[in-house]
């Protein structure tokens, strides 16, 4: 029969799995809704001349949007795109980061935007005009009475595979962070007793043992924390949706309060605090009102009198590049503490 502690093993690592598998199928969804977008992506960019532009009377929907267009000339509209760039509210410089061209194509004209060159070819989207662009473009009589020679749509030299390769590699990203969360769980759900926890249980002797009691200590805590943390004589249990671990008293190293100061621009904000209690085998970090953090770290000490206690550089120090002497040193506090009867 599993025992309590394999029981929420198991658990929780199913609830890992499941949520990654949903994130990982919606995730593919979304990458593969937009069709027309990836056919482009893969088969374009599309050679398109006038008989082809001529034929698009819907511009959000024609299937060939990616375009490669000659223009016979290329004519300077006077439009010009600039970045601004501001801060604190106030404009400090700007810069040109596009230009618009008017591309004759027979008796039409093909508006592109570049990049600023006078390139009589020209790759990129097709895409309705901005509202703006069209005001600057036909602010006169004249220019109005050619709006008809111009298609209704203009193409956008901004790389059109960019968001393509980005959503790419956010893809890989995902992937690997699923391969790294959602594998392990996996394997602790179809055999829990390959998870860290129940070998470094069972380390400690007697697992059926020390499921019941860290159970009946999770059931009638004694003292509650933050993020799922319970406190009884002996463990440390934190139990969540995601996660589940069991720390013992008698492996605590160091605990100390952690103060984070807040501020937002240079303007204090508050503080956080935080317990730490460093283990073998792992760290609780409870976080809550000063008060509370106080609490658990006095009921801490009352269980671990010989472990490190309160917070300096030097104990920092020794803890992250000296491990080993550090655990000799609270290992020889442990040895003064039980000599002296209890008392260190």
């Known amino acids: 029969m599993d025992s309590w502690i394999v029981k929420r093993i198991r658990a929780t690592s199913l609830r890992r799995v499941f949520v ?38 819907d511009v959000t929907l024609t299937p060939r949007y990616y375009a490669r267009v000659a223009g016979d000339r290329v004519i300077d509209t006077g439009i010009r795109q600039y970045t601004i760039h501001r801060q604190n509210g106030i404009e400090t410089s700007r810069e040109e980061s596009g ?47 050619l709006r008809s020679s111009f298609y209704p749509f203009y193409l956008d030299s901004d790389s059109f595979r960019r968001p393509g390769f980005v959503v790419i590699g956010i893809g890989v990203l995902f992937l690997v962070l ?34 019941l009691a860290a159970e009946h200590e999770f059931d009638n805590a004694l003292l509650r924390g933050n993020a799922g943390w319970r406190l009884g004589n002996k463990y440390l249990v934190r139990s969540t949706f995601f996660s589940f671990n069991v720390l013992r008293f ?9 103060i ?39 009921f801490v000490q009352q269980r671990a009198p010989w472990a490190m206690h309160g917070y300096s550089d030097d104990l920092a120090s020794a803890f992250t590049k000296r491990r080993q002497e550090f655990s000799r040193t609270v290992e020889q506090r442990r040895q003064d503490w039980k000599t002296q009867g209890g008392k260190i």
């Not at 069972?202 to 020390?210: R, Y």
């Open 99 to 145: 230009a618009y061209n008017a591309f004759a194509m027979g008796n039409r004209f093909l508006v592109v935007r570049t990049g600023g060159d006078d390139s009589q070819i020209a790759e990129g989207k097709l895409a309705p005009w901005p509202e703006d662009l069209e005001t600057q473009l036909f602010d006169s009589k004249e220019m109005r009475s």
């Open 250 to 258: 008698q492996d605590v190293l160091w605990a100390y309060k952690k």
């Open 178 to 211: 699923f391969m790294w969360q959602a594998l392990p769980a996996w394997r602790a759900w179809r055999d829990p007793e390959r998870h860290p926890l129940a070998q470094r249980i069972a380390q400690w002797g007697d697992p059926m043992g020390v499921a």
């Open 20 to 57: 990654w598998s949903l994130a990982l199928v919606g995730g593919v969804v979304l990458a593969t809704s937009d069709h027309r977008y990836i056919a482009n992506f893969l088969r374009g960019p599309y050679p398109l001349v006038q008989a082809d532009l001529d034929s698009i009377h």
């Open 260 to 298: 984070t100061k807040h501020s937002v621009n240079f303007i204090p904000t508050g503080k956080t605090y935080e317990a730490i209690v460093a283990c073998y085998g792992g760290t609780a970090t409870i976080r809550g009102k000063e008060k509370k953090v106080n609490e658990l770290l006095a």
